[in-house]
């Protein structure tokens, strides 16, 4: 079973700071998910990455294939952008293996 | 609004108790799958489907049945219900690779 670990757990950053989440997977994937979990519980679909880079707005998300290695950039932090921000790995099926999570706080 | 519709959003449910958690999408998806999220856990999954008439196990099944009639609804059923099956449960479903997951919003379950 592929493990996912993220780092760091907990993060807090002042407004206009830029952030970086890391994941880090133990096998092999097909594809990389990152999600974003508002207090209020609603999960949301942020990126999926099979290799390369993609940007939407303000937020980066780059992953190495051979290093097993994701990143989550979020540029000119906002506190809109405290959440819950989830990694989650999809092997051959499209089942996926979720991290535990970084709890991100963006103070004004 | 096109997405994935769980209900209900709240439950208390007595031990030994049974219910059927509801899920439904408008987007024609063939995959849909079932989690639960705890604390200090990562979401983990329960059974999956990868289209009508065919379901299967995730990583903690037990204590869940799952059922796929239709592309749009896959409820999950608790049989007989267990303070370790309090949980926030969340249903999602995914079309054609690349294009990511929807999420429900989750129901929140706690068993007294």
């Known amino acids: 079973k592929n493990e996912v670990e993220q780092s760091p757990q907990n993060l807090t950053a002042q407004e206009g700071e830029f952030i970086t989440i890391n994941c880090s997977y133990s096998?092999?994937?097909?594809?990389l998910h990152w999600l974003q979990q508002h207090p209020g519980g609603g999960i949301v679909s942020l990126f999926m990455l099979s290799s390369g880079k993609k940007k939407h707005g303000r937020l980066i998300a780059t992953i190495n294939i051979q290093e097993k290695h994701s990143s989550l950039h979020i540029t000119a932090s906002h506190p809109r952008d405290s959440a819950v921000y989830i990694c989650a790995v999809q092997g051959g099926s499209e089942k996926l293996v979720f991290g535990k999570g970084t709890k991100l706080t963006v103070n004004p | 609004n096109a997405g994935v519709t769980q209900t209900p959003k709240f439950q208390v449910l007595k031990t030994g108790q049974s219910m059927t958690l509801q899920c439904a999408q408008d987007m024609n998806h063939e995959y849909m799958s079932w989690y639960r999220q705890d604390p200090g856990m990562g979401l983990r999954l329960i059974h999956y489907?990868?289209?009508?008439?065919?379901?299967d196990q995730g990583e903690v099944p037990n204590g869940y049945n799952v059922s796929r009639s239709t592309t749009e609804d896959f409820p999950l059923r608790l049989l007989s219900a267990a303070p370790s099956q309090t949980s926030v449960y969340f249903c999602a479903s995914s079309g054609d690779l690349g294009l990511g997951y929807t999420f429900g919003s989750g129901t929140r379950l706690t068993v007294v």
């Open positions: 489907s990868v289209g009508a008439g065919i379901t």
């Open positions: 096998v092999g994937i097909s594809a």
